[in-house]
């Protein structure tokens, strides 16, 4: 099995400047909206889809659900993923170049 890993890998074409641009623009892309829900999250204590406000839905305002500690260590987490794909996004990015 480890044999045919390794002539799948030997035949496959090399990497062009293009194929590194996308992944660079795809991870950089990806890592930027991550660390964003992770940040909002994280600061407000709430899932990123849940409002901070009070809402009105039909007849009844609704008030916000409370701050948990589980959606600020979610957002941490989704933050730091993040980052690791900004690096890797700009790893690609500077394979492009050189």
Not at 25 to 39: F, H, K, P, S, T
Not at 60 to 77: D, S
Request: hydrophobic share 45%; net charge positive; with cysteine.
């Amino acid at each position: 099995m480890t044999g045919w890993i390794t002539m799948a890998a030997a035949d496959a074409p090399q990497a062009t400047t293009g194929t590194e641009l996308a992944g660079f623009l795809i991870c950089c892309g990806m890592g930027a909206g991550i660390i964003y829900i992770g940040r909002t999250q994280r600061r407000t204590g709430r899932n990123f889809l849940s409002p901070d406000w009070v809402f009105r839905f039909g007849d009844a305002l609704h008030q916000p659900r409370p701050e948990r500690k589980a959606h600020r260590a979610t957002g941490r987490f989704f933050e730091i993923i993040g980052w690791v794909l900004a690096v890797i996004g700009i790893c690609n990015g500077l394979a492009a170049l050189f």
